[in-house]
């Protein structure tokens, strides 16, 4: 158990109790009576007794009573004491640990196919929301672009980066250009551009002055590659198992879970409550916490993974009675995976 922090003001009964009652109701979703705690925990007290510690617990706020003749729920400081300080990890079993590993073997090492399978693993295990997003896009470095043909004035442009992140777009012209001068461009693009920050080639897509400098390219083939290199610098954020909020209890009402499903449309926002504001280790969101408006009844779990200096994340959404003692060795361990994959160890 960890010392200081919210858990100092306890007394060691009260840690027990508070311990117990978060437990139990990560289990059952129900109000915890202190006639439950005394049977299924063998503390040795007393329902009285377990009644006046857990009224103590509540006037400090650790725990709240829904209805006068309920159980107590843990608030989100009961939360906070327990995951910071009074839980203790669960181990990952050598089957779990083994499942992570062949699902990794199943796909080709490209950076977004495997970011996106991770989303599929973290739901497949835990059961809850599995999300994973990759480097923002702008602090990579171009390698390489690609340009084919794809039909009557369409081409297909594929931009790479020296990580390993891939952005595909298609290209709609009023023109035609042969396939030998689409590859004559690639090369000459790839021999000049190749290194550059991601942000200094959108600049240059931005400015066909510069660009038509570098490049020697007029007309026609200056445009065609403004349009190719004007990439969004995004990121890419995967989810999976949205449908695994709906077996929860808290958002069994139509009203609540539509507010989850609403708030997890937006990506880019998805994607800043991920992010942990410390890559150490992981990092735990709870219900107010994650600031995000619809998701006040969810906890997120995340932890960073490198792709050589590039920083991503993943992690997982479920309600804030998700099994934290679980959930967050199993996102430790997934994205030191990744990162032993991607070669960011």
């Avoid at 007794?49 to 159980?71: C, F, K, W």
């Amino acid at each position: 158990m960890k010392k200081g922090g919210l858990a100092s003001e306890l007394t060691e009964r009260q840690r027990k109790i508070l311990e117990s009652v978060i437990h139990c109701y990560t289990l059952t979703a129900e109000p915890v009576g202190s006639r439950t705690i005394a049977r299924k925990y063998g503390l040795g007290l007393s329902p009285a007794t377990i009644r006046n510690v857990m009224a103590d617990l509540e006037e400090m706020g650790y725990l709240y009573q829904p209805h006068t003749s309920a159980g107590r729920v843990p608030t989100e400081k009961g939360y906070r004491v327990y995951v910071d300080e009074l839980m203790e990890e669960s181990e990952l079993t050598p089957e779990e640990k083994r499942l992570i590993r062949s699902e990794y073997e199943k796909i080709k090492h490209e950076v977004d196919r495997i970011i996106e399978h991770t989303s599929r693993i973290l739901s497949l295990i835990s059961r809850y929301i599995g999300v994973a997003a990759t480097p923002p896009l702008r602090e990579g470095a171009f390698k390489r672009l690609e340009l084919i043909s794809v039909g009557a004035n369409t081409v297909l442009s594929v931009i790479i980066t020296f990580s390993g992140i891939v952005r595909n777009k298609l290209i709609s012209l009023d023109f035609e250009l042969p396939d030998k001068v689409l590859n004559r461009i690639a090369v000459l693009i790839n021999e000049r551009l190749s290194g550059l920050p991601i942000s200094r080639i959108r600049e240059l897509a931005q400015n066909p002055v510069e660009l038509r400098r570098m490049l020697d390219l007029e007309g026609r083939e200056i445009d065609l590659v403004r349009y190719a290199l004007d990439i969004e610098p995004d990121v890419q954020v995967y989810l999976d198992g949205q449908a695994n909020i709906l077996s929860q209890p808290e958002f069994s009402s139509i009203e609540r879970s539509e507010r989850v499903f609403r708030a997890l449309e937006k990506k880019d926002r998805i994607w800043r409550i991920l992010f942990p504001k410390s890559s150490s280790d992981v990092e735990v969101k709870i219900g107010s916490e994650v600031k995000c408006e619809g998701m006040e009844e969810c906890s997120v779990v995340s932890a960073t993974y490198k792709v050589g200096d590039l920083t991503g994340t993943i992690g997982i959404i479920g309600p804030k009675r998700m099994v934290y003692p679980k959930i967050i060795p199993l996102v430790r361990y997934t994205a030191q995976i990744v990162s032993s994959i991607l070669g960011g160890e």
